[in-house]
């Protein structure tokens, strides 16, 4: 069985082929798009979630402090968060984070919480989310995290559609990455169309 490479670009090629498409869409901002990317598609298969773990892993560990726990607003960022949780148990990294899911509203019940899973005052987190628009999305789980007592000084996105959510990200005063961009889509999608454009056109 060939071995999957972790790159940004095999990742890439993933997002172009199960969660690009072009069209008119509305976007949870209200905003209209002429092309929209179904995350879900990739990151809730075998291959696309394998690749983000890893990629994102490479990315959390390459810089300090370590967090402790790494999560994001559900229901987008729980596959991710819980992947790398267990990935970071693997001997190459031993690092053992914890997981955590920001709820979009407080319970009614119970802790009355956002913030679900192995958590405590004080705790060195990351957020994650397989894709970037207005950034509200990560900010709101963020912010959760530190009312809850947590500390969160970056933000990884697996694609950032490049529409002003970094900016926002970055003025709010996170760090943020991402494994790859629009442009990278974008330069996929002019390839194949100049390669095959019989195809891409669909006849």
């Given at each position: 069985m060939q071995k999957l490479r972790a790159t940004p670009e095999n990742l890439a090629r993933l997002f172009y082929i199960y969660a690009y498409s072009r069209g008119k869409f509305v976007l949870s901002s209200g905003k209209v798009s002429s092309y929209y990317l179904n995350g879900k598609e990739v990151i809730l298969s075998a291959r696309g979630l394998y690749l983000s773990t890893r990629l994102l892993l490479e990315?959390?560990?390459?810089?300090?402090?370590r967090p402790e726990a790494v999560g994001g607003?559900?229901?987008?960022?729980a596959p991710l968060a819980a992947a790398v949780s267990?990935?970071?148990?693997?001997?190459?990294?031993?690092?053992?984070?914890?997981?955590?899911i920001v709820r979009k509203e407080a319970k009614a019940h119970g802790t009355r919480?956002?913030?679900?899973?192995?958590?405590?005052?004080?705790i060195q987190a990351v957020v994650v989310d397989d894709v970037l628009t207005t950034g509200a999305s990560v900010l709101s789980a963020?912010?959760?995290?530190?009312?809850?007592?947590?500390?969160?000084?970056?933000?990884?996105v697996l694609v950032d559609r490049r529409e002003g959510g970094?900016?926002?990200?970055?003025?709010?005063?996170?760090?943020?990455?991402?494994?790859?961009?629009?442009?990278?889509?974008?330069?996929?999608d002019r390839r194949l169309r100049q390669k095959y454009p019989v195809f891409c056109n669909g006849l």
């Open positions: 990315r959390i560990f390459a810089s300090p402090p607003l559900s229901f987008g960022a267990a990935f970071s148990c693997f001997p190459e990294y031993r690092s053992f984070l914890s997981s955590f919480s956002r913030v679900e899973g192995p958590f405590y005052r004080g963020a912010r959760a995290v530190e009312e809850a007592g947590g500390r969160v000084d970056r933000i990884y970094g900016e926002t990200v970055e003025r709010a005063g996170y760090r943020l990455e991402s494994l790859f961009t629009r442009r990278d889509l974008e330069r996929l």
